[in-house]
């Protein structure tokens, strides 16, 4: 199954690839552990932000397409439950 991804959704992780590049950057100039760290940690935040977002947006357009299927919709709410405890 494709899913089409927003633009919204694909400039989130434009902007993590780019802070990325500057934690790199940071450690090849030395920076403290403190700023690199805590630069890594926005980076996860932004990484579990964006995995909440994708999966709630699947899981609602699945749940449009189940048409009343109650097993059906069970069943995807369980595989994004476990898509994002995966993630963690």
């Known amino acids: 199954m494709s899913y089409e991804y927003e633009a919204q959704v694909k400039n989130r992780v434009k ?8 934690i790199l950057k940071m450690m090849e100039e030395g920076k403290d552990c403190k700023s690199v760290i805590t630069q890594l940690s926005a980076v996860r ?5 964006t995995v909440g977002v994708i999966v709630s947006e699947n899981l609602l357009e699945c749940v449009r ?6 097993e059906k ?4 709410i369980q595989e ?3 898509l994002v405890v995966k993630s963690r």
């Open 45 to 49: 935040s932004a990484v579990d932000r």
């Open 80 to 82: 994004a439950m476990n």
């Open 15 to 22: 902007r993590m690839e780019g802070q990325l590049r500057g």
């Open 65 to 70: 397409n189940a048409e009343g299927d109650d």
């Open 73 to 76: 919709v069970n069943a995807m």
